[in-house]
């Protein structure tokens, strides 16, 4: 019999996704997205926030609206105001040694990418949570992060720590992590705002984008944290239009209050504002870390900037006002009241026992965060029944891959990929180090790991390490059944080998757990269901934004101090605009190597009988949208469904296609499911920069549902009057 799978997708960009009839144990689809409802309401805690306000000095409000000691805000005992600890980041709490907090061990999870290979949003709930928990347990009160930024380019060094290249995929990602994250009381922080898509001279880098793109485009993800009731925000390093982000007060109050309508703490990402005239004015609550730190050869030759420093001067010279101050204070004071840090603990101790349960959202992550890219003539998965000889050699085999900078997170009972395929596989798996040709050509299939270190500060190069790329076609010219498995935070090359290899497996970071899923997959214990939330390109000057580096200059591969003054600004021209990703691709007619979207599994699904609840729809009304999804192949798979929109006509430039819908089902051999997926006006509207507000044309679209971005199965018309 079939199961229905309904999906909703509302004006607030709030997604529901409920079963209206299940026949058998479903899954994923039972999760119902449910915004974050805070400990203390809002106008409860304003009202407790002024009275504190009210008793405070002018000192005392100055104090508290710069960091202290790097990662805290003041406490104040005699305000009953606790000191709070902010910590990093996306993928797990990252320890900082320095800093004692009685949280022994921290969870590596996979890294965000992977996460969003899930396109599974309660896992991003359930992965916030065992996040938001351990924060809990090591006494840390604001998460900095999600972050958010969208892939523009694959050399983005940060792209491991952010949810892909689509909007729309990262706004239901980001949506539910903020809830799963901010239900344990830890407060998330949406970060970076915004346009900070690339690490090269991040400090020194204006990017220059025009209005639409910025709302299509950069901000869906940050608007639905928002509506999903995030508490905090950091703004970026760069530059936007010629404004540092953290003095900009079209990017603090103009975009991200009034437009977005973001009511919580704002706080500056560590050293990146330079006037505390402006930052002050800009909206800005709170700047981090407010002090020198180990930057004071930068503040010795620009002078000190620092609000902290400079505020009771510049209220006494009425640059800026007391009441300037009383905000940041009251916004900082009244979002931590709303988490519920004022009347109660932050730390809990008894969050530590929960290490197992989030050891196993980390595993569940992994399972369905790998992707399998290639798979020639059924290579995987290879059964552990003794018979084939399999040889594991390469890169992260007794270490893991993961990313490196704030995000780093160490993780603990860690199974490397050489004991992870052991267990399973026994003495069926030879690992050799460095194999010789002999060993090589004898196998019947050759695991071979490789991978890249990605980090902030720095870009990655697109192009693999020369004796990575070598390592690979040697491998593969001594055996034609040889697996890549690929350990990065975004997009690599592997278009000179892709075809000379018989599969291969997007591991991403997966975190220390990774390996173990890895292996199930091989072994076929668990069926791949992950697909990739990029594009990724043949070469890099296929990719939009690839001229992000000016002619004659190199991208560096380790930390440089781009706080310098002397070091120019570098424009950065997003001038593909909302052709981002996908978008791009399709619009110059570019063949990338892997679509967005795509991913096998070892099962395959048939898509029929797609309908609309009407093809003449009125402007306003919604239109339902169902198909069946039936697994043909003889073992049970999850499958991606995704809907993708496409606008016929048009006056202005508009994508070929964009995502507006996608759901993770389940389904057991030969089983059928319907799948119903409604759409809003919002789904068929642009950003009308005229109106600066989202603009539903009447006219012709397409309503597009497929297994990828580049595998549609079936399309219906609507006429939008
Ligand atoms: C990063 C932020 C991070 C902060 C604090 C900065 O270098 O850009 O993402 O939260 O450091 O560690």
Redesign the pocket.
Known sequence: MKKIIQKHINVLAILFIGVIMITSQADAQDYVFKKYEPAVDYKTADKRASEILSNMTLEEKISLVGGERSFYIKGFEKYKIPELYLS??TQGVHIRKEINTGLPKSTAMPCPSALTATWNIELAHDYAKAVGEECRAGGIAVL?GP?MNIYRVSQNGRNFEYFGEDPFLAARMIENYVVGMQSTGTMATL??FLLNNTEYYRRKSNSIVDERTIHEIYTPAFKAGIDAGALCV?TS?NQINGEWAAESKYVITDLLRKDLGFKGLVMS??WSTWDPVKSIKSGLDLEMPGEPGNHKDVFAKIGNTFVKDNAAKLIEDKKVGVNDIDRMAKNIIRTSIQSGVYDRPVKDESYKNKFAEHEQVALNTAREAIVLLRNQNDILPILPDGKKKILLTGQFTETIARGG??AKVEGYNIVTMADALKNIYGAQIDYIKNPADEELKKADVVLLSIGTLDS?GWDKDFNLPKETEDLVTNTAAKNPNVVVIVNTGGGVKMTNWNNKVAGILYGWYAGQNGNRALAEIVAGKVNPSGKLPITIEKKFEDSPGADYVSAGEKIYNTWVDDMQPEIPIRNVKYNEGILVGYRWYDAKNIEPLYHFGFGLSYTKFEYSSLNVSSQNVKKGSKVKVTFDVKNTGSIEGKEIVQLYVKDVESSVLRPEKELKGFVKISLKPGETRAVEMTLNEKDFSYWDVKKKNWKLEPGNFVILVGSSSNDIRASVNVAVK
């Open positions: 990093d980041a900095l972050g970060k970076h950091m390093y990402d560590w900078g704030s902030e």
